[in-house]
């Protein structure tokens, strides 16, 4: 195991000591030391927005804490889900009065432990709705999609979301375009190995030398099968030929276009990718937005990628051309 | 070799043209396919800030191509010097007649390509003059300062230079600023595992599991010894030892600090190593003013990472602060 740590138990405490330290300029700690606010939060007559997950998938979550994003996160252990007193405190170190909105993504102990924190909070008066990532394409067929997994369309929920709460929106405003922005989001990964989870010691799943796991999850989920290795340009076939008749997306459309790194690829094969993707798209009438390609959400040290699509309306853009200032995504107005 | 590519030896064409495409907003390509220029350059009344080298870097070199930062960059192959053209071209492409500032690093490739580039641009009268960075404490002893080569140091020279340049500087002034900065900065990599020229098709250099090898360069280039795995705490005291003393940075200095992954180190373990690099920092009366974690400064795939420190003064925090646009560097203006 390769790795800079310390103590296994202790590498999400002392990755967020070091995240406030390193951050201090844009967040805050919080009474609960595993909740992170941003630092002028909570703002008055603004609807709050807050998320959390597992940690291992940065800059997701913490990364996307800060101003026109997201107001305060829940940051689990590695791979596991924030209890519900987490995204409760979490909600409590962002709300302003003018409702709290969840953001988040559809995992089974998410879903459970946001549950439990609304219960709580709206015994206490406050107006907290949320919307759940399902953007993951390949974890669960058309017609199931409340099945499927929330993976780096999740960035975009939080963009659209933290945009239109910064422009002043009301808690439904807020949801429905979140929740529009999920809609129109598709997502697909593929795995070109495994990453290991410091208390384990080991990774939990193998993907053979000369293999690629098609569809793999952001905890390495099983996908839809293990095939030979292809070249960028196929890879992005595959990917596009999932994500597109999905949705569907369609001749005419504009979209968003996210490449993320799963962790270990470097920036120049992510790169390859989104000329392939790209290219795909140009031939099926599809023209690209705006465009992002990093490392947005990760898997500790997996090297793999996810292609993610978002349909724009004009509502959309002008989220998704906003200001915003957080690690994991920091823009100036777009006035294209 | 897992990794998403097509041809190997078009790695550098493809992400190019991709780069150019997914970051149209900021970047231009010119005449010739392996400069790329700032999309506004070049800026009438600005000295122009020039860099390049090889390709493997990400976000350098390419990435620090924007507002108030680089307004050109020659791609050379990966971890291959650009030819003296490219760099010429660069320039040109650049140059808005007040002086071209090329902050370079140093190796042996990029110093006769530079010389071989100013000689022909003076021929035309286009005053030139040059920063080579040199922040890589490990790979030559102190004394012979001018044999060590330039590392992630350099994303502190570009920030400066940039920030100079913008704000009206004269040649002299840029030039004075950036090569401040270098000799204040002090870096010094530690690398976990090799990494893959696509055109190889396999590492260049070993380093066994459980081992980890200090002073590694930016290329693969031996470190001073390979030693066992050690907590994060020991590798940042390591690492410490070796920068603090060196400058010296002393009790009261206020520094800017920069933890890069080399590429495949996961941001949590970043954070790690901050964490424990900080603490000495604080005991050792150091305070930390201004603080980069992530992806800066690469070497693909390499597992690892690089501790650079830069000693600051008034000049030098006014240009850290100074508001930036470009894909490895966006920050809004500090008002702190």
Known sequence: MQKFINDPSKVVDEMLEAYLEAHSDLVSPTENERVIKYKNAPIQGKVAIVTGGGSGHKPAFVGYVGRNMVDA??????????????????????????????????????????AMAIEELEDEGIQVKTVVANDDVPSAPKGEEDR???????????????????????????????????????????????????????????IPEGKMEIGIGHHGEPGIEVVDLEPAAKVAERMC????????????????????????????????????????????????????????????????????????????????????????????????
């Open 73 to 114: 996160v829940a940051c689990g252990k590695l791979f596991s889900s924030p209890p519900a007193q987490m995204f409760y405190d979490a909600a409590k170190a962002a709300d302003a009065g003018k409702g709290v909105a969840i953001l988040y993504g559809n995992y089974a102990g998410d879903n459970m432990n946001v």
């Open 148 to 206: 499927r997994r929330g993976v780096a369309g999740e960035v975009f929920m939080w963009k659209v979301g933290g945009a239109k709460a910064a422009m002043g929106a009301s808690l439904d405003e807020v949801i429905a375009a979140s929740q529009k922005a999920i809609n129109n989001t598709r997502s697909m990964g593929v795995g070109l190995s495994p990453c290991t989870i410091p208390e384990v010691g080991h990774s939990n799943f193998k």
């Open 241 to 336: 030929h999932v994500v597109i008749p999905d949705l569907p997306f369609e001749s005419g459309d504009e979209v968003a276009i996210l490449v993320s790194g799963l962790g270990s690829t470097p920036a120049i094969e992510l790169y390859i990718l989104f000329n392939d993707v790209k290219r795909i798209l140009k031939e099926k009438g599809i023209s690209v937005y705006i465009s992002y390609v990093g490392n947005y959400f990760t898997s500790l040290e997996m090297s793999g990628a996810t292609l993610t699509l978002m349909k724009l309306d004009d509502e959309l853009k002008e989220c998704m051309d906003f200001e915003c200032d957080s690690v994991g995504m920091r823009q100036f107005q777009r006035t294209t």
